[in-house]
């Protein structure tokens, strides 16, 4: 199970070929890599697997090959369009995911690789980033100037970038770590860096249009990617508001929205788990909750209301489709502005 969506094994894949299976989505949520939070968000995971499926068939129309089948309902596989309810399981096409063995923070791709031959998921996230907002990473990482922009220093506001940026980070390691190119070369296997780029950018382009058509902006976001045989396509679930982080006017609509609420409400949750990050980098450990004393508290049931219509209506206006009862995109932001 991942921490937010359970995985089902129906046909194992092999060497030679691929398996099936499926994922549900739960009503789970997680931030700062702690896995699974004390709530569930009423409808979260039905918002993501329907926003998820919306993307999937937006880039199957678009010719980008994908692991995407269908949506479950009724133990039948069918398309979003063909489904009575609010889905919350996914049809997938599975590829082999070997064990990546590690010493502390050493990882052994050789090993992960040696085993995966030619059917595997990529261990590799490949990041898109369209707006670079307050907080970013990439503020702390590169100037201005190194994407094309007339700036000296980043300004207290979004930033647009003129092209969308495109980074790699780790997949399965504790913790994400960024990845320069040639790190991310060797971490990618067989699959070519230039075609996984690439792939990304279309993804990027798919839901950034998408988006725009629904008067939402499409900040930035992330895919995952299997090999098979040569090929690579997307996998794991696309464009939803914890894959990506998208705005309405100028609030955040995206898992960000909760984890600045617990930056907020639970400083010392929040620092605490930075502190455990660092400390096990320094101490060479892998799990770093292990050296994290302090556990995040419930979310008050405002809350996790706000957080339910935000996904919900969310969903509805991105895909525009009536699948919730949900309030106004308008009305959901409003009450977030409030949190």
């Known amino acids: 199970m991942t921490s937010v969506k359970e995985f089902h094994i129906e046909e194992k894949a092999t060497d030679d070929s691929l398996g099936e299976g499926s994922f549900v989505f739960t009503d ?39 692991h995407y089948r269908g949506v479950v309902e009724n133990g039948e596989v069918r398309s979003l369009e063909e489904a009575s309810r609010p889905p919350w399981q996914m049809a997938i096409d599975l590829t082999q995911t070997p064990k990546l063995p590690n010493e502390g923070l050493e990882y052994d791709y050789d090993s992960y690789h040696e085993a995966a031959g030619e059917n595997f998921l990529i261990p590799l ?17 590169t100037e201005p100037a190194d994407h094309g922009l007339e700036l000296e220093e980043w300004p ?15 997949k399965y390691e504790e913790s994400d770590r960024q990845l320069d190119r040639a790190e991310a070369d060797v971490i990618a296997g067989k699959a ?24 939402l902006v499409h900040q930035d976001g992330k895919i995952e990617c299997l090999y098979y045989k ?5 996998a794991d679930v696309v464009g939803t508001f ?11 609509l995206s898992k960000e929205v909760l984890r600045q609420y617990h930056k907020r409400t639970q400083p010392e949750w929040v620092q605490a788990v930075e502190a455990a990050k ?54 959901a932001i409003g009450s977030v502005q409030g949190l």
């Open 28 to 66: 789970d949520y997680s931030v700062f890599d702690w896995g699974k939070m004390p709530d569930q968000i009423p409808d979260k995971g039905a918002s993501l697997c329907t926003m998820g499926a919306f993307n999937f068939e937006l880039l199957e129309e678009a010719g980008v090959p994908t």
């Open 125 to 141: 996230e490949i990041v898109f980033r369209n707006r670079v907002p307050i907080g970013s990473s990439l503020r702390r990482r």
């Open 156 to 170: 207290d506001e979004p930033v647009d970038l003129p092209e969308p940026v495109v980074e790699f980070t780790t």
């Open 192 to 215: 070519d860096l230039d075609e996984l780029e690439d792939l990304a950018l279309e993804v990027n382009r798919v839901i950034t249009e998408q988006a725009a058509e629904t008067e």
């Open 230 to 234: 040569g090929d690579v396509g997307v």
């Open 242 to 252: 914890d894959e990506n982080r998208f705005s309405y006017g100028a609030t955040q």
């Open 278 to 331: 660092a400390q096990a980098k320094q101490e060479d450990i892998a799990d770093w909750r292990s050296l994290c004393d302090v556990e995040p508290k419930p979310l008050d049931d405002r809350v996790l209301e706000t957080a339910r219509n935000m996904y919900c209506a969310g969903a509805n206006t991105y895909t525009g489709l009536d699948v919730f009862d949900a309030p106004p995109l308008s009305s």
